[in-house]
Protein backbone atom coordinates (compact mmCIF):
# COMPACT_ATOMS: atom_id res chain seq x y z
CA UNK A 1 0.00 0.00 0.00
CA UNK A 2 1.01 3.65 -0.60
CA UNK A 3 2.11 5.69 2.12
CA UNK A 4 4.38 8.76 2.78
CA UNK A 5 6.64 9.72 5.40
CA UNK A 6 8.27 13.40 6.82
CA UNK A 7 11.02 13.14 9.07
CA UNK A 8 10.90 16.47 9.98
CA UNK A 9 8.31 16.78 13.23
CA UNK A 10 8.91 20.27 14.11
CA UNK A 11 10.68 23.16 12.14
CA UNK A 12 11.46 26.70 13.70
CA UNK A 13 12.57 29.43 11.49
CA UNK A 14 12.94 32.90 11.45
CA UNK A 15 11.65 34.92 8.67
CA UNK A 16 13.52 35.13 5.93
CA UNK A 17 14.51 32.02 5.91
CA UNK A 18 14.65 29.78 3.38
CA UNK A 19 12.57 26.19 3.99
CA UNK A 20 12.46 22.72 2.89
CA UNK A 21 10.36 20.25 4.29
CA UNK A 22 10.86 16.33 3.45
CA UNK A 23 8.46 14.29 2.12
CA UNK A 24 9.37 10.15 0.71
CA UNK A 25 6.96 8.10 -0.42
CA UNK A 26 6.95 4.06 -0.79
CA UNK A 27 5.04 3.28 -4.19
CA UNK A 28 6.12 1.79 -7.12
CA UNK A 29 3.64 2.50 -9.47
CA UNK A 30 2.36 5.97 -10.29
CA UNK A 31 2.42 8.02 -7.95
CA UNK A 32 0.05 11.21 -7.05
CA UNK A 33 1.16 13.72 -4.71
CA UNK A 34 -0.15 16.38 -2.70
CA UNK A 35 0.97 18.84 0.20
CA UNK A 36 -1.41 20.43 2.31
CA UNK A 37 -1.38 22.96 4.76
CA UNK A 38 -3.20 23.37 8.15
CA UNK A 39 -3.00 26.93 9.51
CA UNK A 40 -3.83 26.91 13.43
CA UNK A 41 -7.56 27.01 13.80
CA UNK A 42 -8.47 26.61 9.81
CA UNK A 43 -8.97 23.70 7.59
CA UNK A 44 -6.63 21.98 5.47
CA UNK A 45 -6.21 23.73 2.23
CA UNK A 46 -4.46 22.04 -0.85
CA UNK A 47 -1.02 23.83 -1.48
CA UNK A 48 0.54 21.97 -4.47
CA UNK A 49 -0.04 18.56 -6.05
CA UNK A 50 1.89 16.46 -8.56
CA UNK A 51 -0.04 14.25 -11.22
CA UNK A 52 2.62 14.00 -13.89
CA UNK A 53 5.08 16.38 -16.03
CA UNK A 54 7.00 18.87 -14.90
CA UNK A 55 8.46 17.19 -11.40
CA UNK A 56 8.82 21.05 -10.34
CA UNK A 57 5.03 21.91 -9.22
CA UNK A 58 4.61 25.80 -7.92
CA UNK A 59 1.44 25.91 -5.31
CA UNK A 60 0.04 29.10 -3.81
CA UNK A 61 1.93 31.35 -1.39
CA UNK A 62 5.03 31.03 -2.77
CA UNK A 63 5.67 27.24 -2.32
CA UNK A 64 6.91 24.87 -4.44
CA UNK A 65 7.77 21.03 -4.52
CA UNK A 66 10.03 18.50 -6.48
CA UNK A 67 9.67 15.81 -7.45
CA UNK A 68 12.67 13.24 -7.88
CA UNK A 69 11.88 9.85 -8.71
CA UNK A 70 14.83 8.09 -8.12
CA UNK A 71 14.60 9.74 -4.48
CA UNK A 72 11.10 8.70 -3.95
CA UNK A 73 10.65 12.40 -2.82
CA UNK A 74 8.10 15.24 -3.23
CA UNK A 75 10.22 17.69 -0.61
CA UNK A 76 8.29 21.13 -0.15
CA UNK A 77 10.27 24.47 -0.31
CA UNK A 78 9.55 28.09 0.11
CA UNK A 79 12.68 30.51 -0.28
CA UNK A 80 11.93 33.12 2.24
CA UNK A 81 9.25 32.57 5.38
CA UNK A 82 6.91 34.36 6.82
CA UNK A 83 5.53 34.65 10.15
CA UNK A 84 1.76 33.86 8.58
CA UNK A 85 3.33 30.78 7.37
CA UNK A 86 3.07 29.02 10.76
CA UNK A 87 1.09 25.94 10.20
CA UNK A 88 1.17 22.15 10.13
CA UNK A 89 2.20 20.77 6.60
CA UNK A 90 1.42 17.06 5.52
CA UNK A 91 2.18 15.48 2.86
CA UNK A 92 -0.12 13.26 1.06
CA UNK A 93 -0.31 10.38 -1.79
CA UNK A 94 -3.25 9.17 -3.76
CA UNK A 95 -3.66 5.48 -3.94
CA UNK A 96 -4.31 4.06 -8.00
CA UNK A 97 -7.90 4.08 -7.91
CA UNK A 98 -7.77 7.80 -6.70
CA UNK A 99 -10.34 7.65 -4.25
CA UNK A 100 -8.02 7.13 -1.54
CA UNK A 101 -5.47 10.02 0.21
CA UNK A 102 -3.05 9.08 2.62
CA UNK A 103 -1.19 11.65 4.99
CA UNK A 104 2.12 11.79 6.06
CA UNK A 105 3.09 12.21 9.90
CA UNK A 106 2.77 16.22 9.62
CA UNK A 107 5.68 18.60 10.28
CA UNK A 108 4.95 21.63 12.72
CA UNK A 109 6.52 24.59 11.15
CA UNK A 110 7.16 27.74 13.65
CA UNK A 111 8.16 31.01 12.08
CA UNK A 112 9.43 33.56 14.81
CA UNK A 113 9.20 37.17 13.78
CA UNK B 1 -19.71 27.90 -3.95
CA UNK B 2 -16.38 26.50 -2.85
CA UNK B 3 -16.83 25.25 0.52
CA UNK B 4 -17.58 22.05 2.51
CA UNK B 5 -19.86 23.12 5.63
CA UNK B 6 -19.74 20.91 8.69
CA UNK B 7 -22.03 21.13 11.64
CA UNK B 8 -21.69 21.93 14.51
CA UNK B 9 -18.42 23.21 15.25
CA UNK B 10 -18.37 21.51 18.37
CA UNK B 11 -20.03 18.98 20.17
CA UNK B 12 -19.89 17.16 23.49
CA UNK B 13 -21.83 14.13 24.26
CA UNK B 14 -21.94 11.03 26.59
CA UNK B 15 -21.10 7.51 25.73
CA UNK B 16 -24.99 6.90 26.18
CA UNK B 17 -26.03 9.45 23.57
CA UNK B 18 -26.65 9.43 20.12
CA UNK B 19 -25.83 12.35 17.80
CA UNK B 20 -24.98 13.14 14.41
CA UNK B 21 -22.37 15.00 12.79
CA UNK B 22 -23.56 16.88 9.42
CA UNK B 23 -21.45 17.65 5.81
CA UNK B 24 -22.90 19.49 2.60
CA UNK B 25 -20.77 20.59 -0.41
CA UNK B 26 -22.45 22.22 -3.57
CA UNK B 27 -19.39 21.57 -5.54
CA UNK B 28 -20.82 18.73 -7.72
CA UNK B 29 -18.42 16.39 -6.31
CA UNK B 30 -19.11 12.75 -5.69
CA UNK B 31 -16.43 11.26 -3.75
CA UNK B 32 -17.33 12.49 -0.12
CA UNK B 33 -15.04 11.45 3.15
CA UNK B 34 -14.55 11.30 6.46
CA UNK B 35 -11.21 11.33 8.34
CA UNK B 36 -10.53 11.53 12.33
CA UNK B 37 -7.80 13.95 13.58
CA UNK B 38 -6.17 13.53 17.12
CA UNK B 39 -4.14 16.35 18.26
CA UNK B 40 -1.26 16.66 16.50
CA UNK B 41 -1.72 13.78 14.45
CA UNK B 42 -2.53 13.90 10.68
CA UNK B 43 -6.34 13.06 9.63
CA UNK B 44 -6.77 9.22 9.41
CA UNK B 45 -9.26 7.85 6.73
CA UNK B 46 -13.12 6.46 8.13
CA UNK B 47 -15.26 6.31 4.79
CA UNK B 48 -15.23 6.95 1.24
CA UNK B 49 -18.76 7.60 -0.66
CA UNK B 50 -18.62 7.63 -4.17
CA UNK B 51 -21.60 8.10 -6.31
CA UNK B 52 -23.36 8.01 -2.87
CA UNK B 53 -22.01 4.35 -2.23
CA UNK B 54 -19.84 3.35 0.48
CA UNK B 55 -16.51 2.51 -1.20
CA UNK B 56 -13.83 2.22 1.50
CA UNK B 57 -14.56 1.54 5.84
CA UNK B 58 -11.28 1.28 7.53
CA UNK B 59 -12.09 -1.03 9.86
CA UNK B 60 -14.15 1.95 11.76
CA UNK B 61 -16.24 0.64 14.69
CA UNK B 62 -19.91 0.20 14.21
CA UNK B 63 -20.21 2.44 17.03
CA UNK B 64 -19.66 5.39 13.55
CA UNK B 65 -22.35 4.74 11.10
CA UNK B 66 -21.62 6.67 7.83
CA UNK B 67 -24.88 7.56 5.46
CA UNK B 68 -25.04 9.62 2.24
CA UNK B 69 -28.19 10.95 1.35
CA UNK B 70 -27.40 12.08 -1.78
CA UNK B 71 -24.92 13.72 -3.31
CA UNK B 72 -24.10 16.51 -1.36
CA UNK B 73 -24.87 15.84 2.17
CA UNK B 74 -22.89 13.00 4.38
CA UNK B 75 -23.74 12.32 7.83
CA UNK B 76 -22.26 10.40 10.53
CA UNK B 77 -24.36 8.84 13.15
CA UNK B 78 -22.50 8.30 16.50
CA UNK B 79 -23.91 6.12 19.40
CA UNK B 80 -22.48 4.91 22.12
CA UNK B 81 -18.82 6.32 21.24
CA UNK B 82 -16.10 5.67 23.96
CA UNK B 83 -13.77 8.76 25.32
CA UNK B 84 -11.30 7.69 23.15
CA UNK B 85 -13.31 9.02 19.91
CA UNK B 86 -12.87 12.29 21.63
CA UNK B 87 -11.12 14.29 18.08
CA UNK B 88 -11.66 16.39 14.65
CA UNK B 89 -14.00 14.69 12.64
CA UNK B 90 -13.25 16.40 9.02
CA UNK B 91 -15.36 15.97 6.06
CA UNK B 92 -14.28 16.20 2.47
CA UNK B 93 -15.64 15.89 -0.97
CA UNK B 94 -13.75 16.01 -4.60
CA UNK B 95 -14.48 14.80 -7.94
CA UNK B 96 -13.75 11.03 -8.18
CA UNK B 97 -10.31 10.46 -9.28
CA UNK B 98 -8.34 13.70 -8.94
CA UNK B 99 -7.57 12.93 -5.31
CA UNK B 100 -7.87 17.01 -4.72
CA UNK B 101 -9.68 17.12 -1.54
CA UNK B 102 -11.71 20.06 -0.17
CA UNK B 103 -11.88 19.92 3.66
CA UNK B 104 -14.74 21.16 5.79
CA UNK B 105 -13.36 23.24 9.22
CA UNK B 106 -14.16 20.34 11.02
CA UNK B 107 -16.72 18.98 13.74
CA UNK B 108 -14.73 18.49 17.17
CA UNK B 109 -16.32 16.18 19.46
CA UNK B 110 -15.73 15.28 23.06
CA UNK B 111 -17.20 12.00 24.57
CA UNK B 112 -17.51 12.29 28.18
Known sequence: AQSVSQHNHHVILSEAASLELGCNYSYGGTVNLFWYVQYPGQHL???????????????????????????FSFNLRKPSVQWSDTAEYFCAVLNNAGNMLTFGGGTRLMVKP | DTEVTQTPKHLVMGM??????????????????????KAKKPPELMFVYSYEKLSINESVPSRFSPECPNSSLLNLHLHALQPEDSALYLCASTWVGTGELFFGEGSRLTVL
Not at chain 1, 45 to 71: N, R, T
Not at chain 2, 16 to 36: D, F, I
Request: a positive charge; charged letters at 30%; glycine letters at 8%.
Open chain 1, 45 to 71: QLLLKYFSGDPLVKGIKGFEAEFIKSK
Open chain 2, 16 to 37: TNKKSLKCEQHMGHRAMYWYKQ
